[in-house]
């Protein structure tokens, strides 16, 4: 390494001019730091800091009153101080992605010494893995030394929304080098999120890595679509400018000339037309989390010929055309919808697969469902676990749905 | 927009459920706004601080002593508090791209409205774009209107290196929907960098699109390696795990077999394997900034045959084999070089183009070279901007240096 020593030796004279770029203002803290027992602490310099706290849902929740009644939120913990570094070990963790923030005198801050994070529509956090054992949630969500698949930023046209959308497509580990044609899974986030989110929050990418290469899962290409129907791409990669997300996506732009669903079969065949896909519904999945569960639920009644493996994640599900009329507020069901739901299971779906975590505020509306799903004696299959309306639900459903496909 | 709507009313029902991931912990607060006169104004809630500062580019540098003499950092204005919320406008700004960061009672923050920011090394700051009229750098580096290139992280094996590795790959629009073969130009970024840094910092993909759209730059693939030799990828994105980064690269990870301008041949060989490309030296281009200048003259230098256009971005030269004694050191210039850079130009490459800012801290290295090309009588393009050792010059270094690309 002679080379690269010397070679840094030389700008290491130099360093301070950097300061223009903020180069070098990084420092030696380690923060947060995973412990060999899988307790993990984090550190903070604030001399002047009277009160520094960390929230993260590594800590248990804590319910509290708002104007809609009890609701649970991430607890809060305490670092304590010495000589300005503020410190805090949290308990043994289970293996799990982590998120979390400090909270300095009263106001939310991210850990300036980890380079890791997630947005959330506008918000940021700082976030860790713990991992124990070669297949846990911590090791599934980790990029490990397996061979890696490539993630691309496509750019198609869809006819039917007038607009050019960008999705983000995983291809395999080996897609490149071979001549193998590969079936789809659709993959659709929730309100609030974008193209970005399943790879980001959802590690999508590590999650088929580390399936694949551990042979639970069919080889497959994975393609994560925009669902705001009035955003071309992601807050910042489209014309709109450096917009402030928002839940209800680009408030301000103009609105769409037609919906997620109608134009999903522009996406179909943009994949089909420049990936080596094998087609035909058998080898055609598609999920979704939240209004992405909605999505799925939508694109797969109102193209029954498309999808063999339908999944819906926490899936905000509505039993008309307009998605307003909801089954939890005993509307009556659409007879287009009723007809449509008929003809989807006519044609007997290889999966039909429901998930939800029993405090989740869909819990409700899915149960409805499942009510209606009974009564008309439409086989599909359930998964309940813990947990509410979150990311580290719709890992453990994407990595489940996707050991089902295409076997 | 009904469906929609009733679709997002249905969820704001729920909202506070949502608390554990912060998914609504936005405001309306809109920090920076970018006023019609490209006045900026940053807002920040911080009732209980003493004192809010914001450091950013687009306040005049400012001299201040250190332990290697006088060195110049950014400006540090003061906001305003009324009722807890700090303001601060600038001046009217020229067409930019600007970086800035808060400054609360002596620490350091990023703008917690402001979901748009860049990673350099292990520090992150948040960014805005100012522009005024078509074909500014502000609007250069902005995503306009214009059909887009995909942008795709890829993961390739060096025989040299012995590894898979990662780079960043942008095909320009239209690309997938052409038999056209095209040229490429290899695009590498500095010390502390990775496969991540042209992209975000150096707004490769805005530039390259705006170029190409507008019919200034040939349609051209651009291949941006990671010229850290024993890193897989960007850190967090290899089986390193979530490291600290460092200026060093990934400091505790194995030694590589080899180096970056070695491997450099598994490169080209990937690419032209794996994209419909234009061949031969003619369609080659190679450039890079600081230590990928470096790598640049390094790798053209080894390889005469390869490259026909070689642009040196504020480049750490190294008048050796080992890259260690310098020109500016006065020290002798290793024979093995003198015979390459005789190889090297007998072959004349269309363009060898230099490029620093009068402030950089390579100034004195890049004359020194200039110097000994003038007395070979070896011809290069030199440019000379304003300022130091930072990425406003090497995104304009790009814009001026991809033109000349091929033509």
């Known amino acids: 390494m002679k080379k690269t020593f010397l070679f840094l030796a030389f700008f290491a004279i ?32 604030a001399p ?10 590594f800590l248990p929740m804590v319910k509290t009153k708002s104007p809609f009644g009890e609701v649970e939120s991430a607890g809060v913990a305490d670092l304590k101080e010495e000589n300005g570094m503020w410190t805090y070990t949290t308990n043994v963790l289970e293996p799990e992605l982590y998120s979390y923030k400090f909270i300095v005198d009263g106001r939310e801050e991210l850990d300036p010494n980890n380079v890791y994070m997630n947005r959330d529509i506008a918000s940021y956090t700082n976030m860790f893995i713990v991992k124990k054992t070669a297949g ?23 006819p039917t929304l007038q607009i050019n959308r960008r999705m983000t497509v995983y291809t395999p580990a080996g897609y490149e080098d071979s001549k193998e044609k590969l079936p789809v899974l659709y993959l659709l986030h929730g309100a609030g999120g ?21 042979g639970k899962c069919k ?58 896909t094998l087609t035909g519904k058998k080898n055609r999945a598609i999920c979704g989390l939240s209004m992405g569960g909605g999505h ?27 998605g307003a009329e909801l089954t939890m507020e005993n509307k009556s069901v659409d007879p287009k919808t009723e007809e449509q739901l008929k003809t989807l299971f006519a044609k007997k779906p290889a999966l039909y697969w429901i998930a939800i975590g029993n405090t989740d505020f869909l819990y ?13 004696g439409y086989p599909y299959e359930y998964v309940e676990t813990d947990g509410g309306h979150i990311w580290r639900n719709w890992r453990i459903y994407l990595t489940t749905f996707a050991q089902r496909l295409f076997k």
């Open 194 to 214: 974008d193209e970005d989110a399943w790879p980001t929050l959802g590690r999508a990418a590590q999650i088929m890595d580390n399936l694949i290469a551990s």
């Open 14 to 45: 130099f360093v301070p001019v950097f300061a223009q770029q903020a180069l070098f203002s990084g420092t030696d803290i380690i923060s947060p730091e995973i412990n060999p027992d899988n307790s993990v602490t984090f550190r903070f310099v």
């Open 136 to 158: 846990d949630k911590g090791d599934l969500y980790s990029v490990n030394d397996v061979p890696h698949g490539n993630v691309a930023k496509v750019w198609y046209y869809s």
């Open 364 to 376: 409700k509306n899915n149960a409805d469902y499942r009510k209606y799903l009974d009564e008309k």
């Open 219 to 276: 080889k497959m290409i994975v393609v994560m679509t925009n669902g705001n129907a009035n955003c071309e791409a992601a807050p910042g990669e489209w014309s709109a400018g450096m917009y402030k997300p928002s839940f209800m996506g680009h408030t301000t732009g103009k609105k769409p000339i037609s919906t997620m669903q109608a134009h999903f079969p522009d996406v179909v065949k943009y994949i089909e037309n420049h990936y080596r």
């Open 48 to 57: 002047k800091a009277v009160k520094v706290q960390v929230t993260g849902d």
């Open 296 to 322: 799925s639920y939508m694109i797969s009644r109102d193209f029954p010929d498309m999808f063999n493996y339908i999944g819906l994640f926490s899936a905000a599900i509505a039993m008309n055309q307009e």
